[in-house]
């Protein structure tokens, strides 16, 4: 009986253990999910900031001003796409695959 006493000891261990584990795993996870939320913000903000300077700027010439609204829109979908990966990467690793 002590034998039964000690294999169900390690299995309460074992069992504790990996779910520390998995709550490590979902808090980094979720700690992913917010930097990345920060990082589109963030890219966002300034983003739209250089955007708002393109439009009021007097000094720059007129060939100009759509070749920084193409780098401007390039820029988002850069972003989006990356944003998309990385959010996917994470809710990938969260979903566990069949």
Known sequence: MEK???IREKLLKTE???KTDFAKM???KAEGL??????RSLVEKEIA?????????KDLAQESVPRLRTEI???RKEV????DDLKSR?????VPQP
């Open 16 to 18: 504790n253990d990996i």
């Open 34 to 39: 917010k930097k990345t939320e920060e990082m």
């Open 49 to 57: 900031k250089m955007e708002a300077e393109v439009m009021k700027s």
């Open 90 to 94: 994470i809710s990938a690793a969260i």
């Open 26 to 28: 979902e808090k980094i």
């Open 4 to 6: 039964f006493g000690k």
């Open 73 to 75: 829109t390039t820029m």
């Open 80 to 83: 989006q796409q990356k944003y």
